[in-house]
């Protein structure tokens, strides 16, 4: 039940999103920036992101070496080096735009372990520095020499270096578009969950978490940035959710050797160190099928895999014990580039961020609201 205020003030909107990540929050704000007078409302069910904004691991990361390498056995060279270009142009913008301090950005480098059978990746370093050339005018790649100081396991037997990475906290991130959205007069609404919507008239069925009320909302446009729950709205969606677990340790009672976002076995396994602390997670190339799922469950056979990784490689020998345990859900599809585009007469989509919504989120809410501005 409404009162006559809610019912004139808060159902009807020019532009309604749906999900309030980082592409959600960037295309409301981009929109409203371009539209001051225009009534725009984020919708999320959950009281944060439900998707991966504010669950993810804080890599500000474009590709380690094996990760381009394997993406060069599926597209074109024009293809990976255009995908790794708005990855890393993406970090510069939202690092210009709301400042490292904001961001807890931190320039560590990024870096990439090699087992033995991963070492023939380094006799095509020079491939790939000479592809990325044209982008970054310098080399990106480069081996680290003295890589037994990091305390890795002997298994390491190569480290790769790249000097264009670093580190960022995805909260502070997500606390700057917060205050960005609150300063253009973007409404934020959560605890509803959106059940189902007309792309012809943009009428949004909406069901309030706290009492499972519904009730109907009204946008001139809708933006629908829902990334892996996608399907739940648009069942024809051509999206597959990718789970992925991130683990951090209770606060190491020894010195970590080392400092960066580290990357194993084609980039599906990440850590670094956070407030001293060891931070793990992916590896979900271990169990594709467990992890083609957006229910938020530990999958115990990645969990142990990492858990291993922990004390017989990253800290042989070392004491670790995990003190906090989440999933985060992405979403993939047959390409790595993002699907940006009209899906009804008042309804258009940005999803499929392939796991870099923190390189690439901020500018694809930027073209999901100049697209929406067109129409």
């Not at 305390?151 to 700057?176: A, C, R």
């Not at 960066?260 to 997670?281: A, E, I, P």
């Amino acid at each position: 039940m409404f009162s006559y205020w809610e019912n004139k003030n808060f159902l009807k909107y020019d532009l309604i999103v749906i999900g309030s990540g980082f592409v959600g929050l960037s295309t409301a704000i981009h929109f409203q920036k371009k539209h001051p007078k225009a009534k725009v409302a984020v919708l999320e069910r959950g009281a944060f992101p439900s998707g991966a904004s504010s669950k993810n691991a804080g890599f500000a990361c474009f590709g380690s070496l094996t990760e381009i390498l394997d993406d060069l056995e599926n597209m074109s060279q024009a293809e990976v080096l255009g995908l790794v270009k708005k990855r890393y142009r993406g970090l510069q913008q939202i690092r210009k735009k709301f400042g490292d301090k904001a961001l807890n950005y931190q320039a560590s480098n990024g870096f990439e372990l090699l087992e033995e059978s991963q070492l023939l990746a380094a006799d095509r370093m020079d491939e790939i520095n000479k592809l990325l050339q044209p982008l970054f005018k310098k080399e990106v790649f480069s081996i680290v020499s003295d890589h037994d100081r990091l305390g890795f396991s002997s298994k390491v037997k190569m480290v790769i270096q790249n000097k264009f990475e670093g580190e960022l906290d995805p909260g502070m991130y997500l606390t700057s578009l917060w205050k960005l959205a609150g300063k253009w007069g973007v409404r934020i609404i959560s605890g509803v969950n959106v059940k189902r919507i007309d792309l012809d008239s943009g009428v949004v069925s909406v069901e309030n978490n706290w009492d499972q009320g519904q009730f109907e909302m009204k946008g001139k446009e809708l933006a629908i940035c829902t990334n892996a729950f996608t399907k739940q709205l648009l069942p024809d969606t051509t999206l597959e959710p990718g789970r992925g677990l991130v683990m951090v340790s209770e606060p190491l009672d020894f010195e970590i050797p080392w400092k960066g976002s580290f990357h194993m076995d084609k980039g599906y396994v990440y850590f670094r160190k956070v407030d001293g602390r060891l931070l793990l997670g992916g590896a979900r190339n271990i169990d594709f099928e467990g992890e083609n799922s957006t229910a938020f469950e530990i999958n115990q056979k990645i969990k142990s895999h990492l858990n291993r990784l922990a004390h017989e490689v990253i800290f042989p020998d070392k004491e670790i014990v995990w003190e906090k345990e989440w999933t985060g859900i992405m979403a993939f599809g047959e390409k790595k580039t993002p699907i940006i585009q009209e899906v009804g007469k008042k309804a258009s989509v940005a999803v499929r961020l392939g796991g870099m919504g923190v390189a690439i989120g901020w500018q694809v809410g930027k073209e999901l609201a100049k697209l929406i501005s067109k129409k």
